[in-house]
């Protein structure tokens, strides 16, 4: 017949002491966490331009924040920033859909993706080109030129 170890008493105090300081940093970190300023994002409001900084800034927000909160607490949140023009009746649907069953958002990060790919964000040349395409000279963009 085997016996489980025998703890000594000893022991069992390190390992709450163990436990207990463990907790002790985790509360420390938190208040920490929660003492730094973050930058809320600004509204977003579907310009392409601007999709990287309105996504990167409310993950940081919510990496910084909001990471005790449950998932449909970050998306609420996220939702809140968007607003006006075309951005407005995007997240409209998107809450028609949610509702409805008809969509899911299981991450934060799933949302940003439909952020990123709905409103366009695509690569540093294309945006570059389209910068050039708006580009106006007395009144006229550039193709009244070309």
């Known amino acids: 017949m085997t016996s489980a170890p025998h703890h ?8 709450m002491i163990a436990t207990l300081q463990q907790q002790v940093n985790t509360m420390l970190f938190q208040q920490q966490r929660s003492r730094v ?11 392409m331009e601007k999709v990287s900084i309105f996504v990167n800034a409310a993950h940081l ?29 995007w997240k ?5 859909e949610l509702a409805k069953r008809e969509s899911e958002v299981e991450s934060v990060e799933q949302l940003f993706t439909k952020i990123r790919s709905n409103f366009g964000e695509t690569s540093e040349e294309e945006r570059k080109i389209e910068q050039l395409r708006t580009i106006e000279q007395g009144g006229k963009t550039c193709n009244k030129y070309i």
């Not at 000594?8 to 390992?15: D, I, M, N, S, Y």
């Not at 600004?42 to 310009?47: E, I, L, R």
Request: proline share 2%; aromatic share 10%; charged share 25%.
């Open 8 to 15: 000594t008493r000893e022991e069992q105090l390190f390992a």
């Open 37 to 47: 300023e973050v930058a809320r994002p600004q509204v977003f409001s579907g310009k």
């Open 61 to 89: 927000y919510i990496r910084m924040k909001m990471t005790e909160e449950v998932v449909a607490t970050q998306v609420a949140w996220v939702l809140l920033y968007i607003q006006g023009e075309i951005a407005e009746a």
């Open 92 to 96: 409209d649907n998107l809450l028609d």
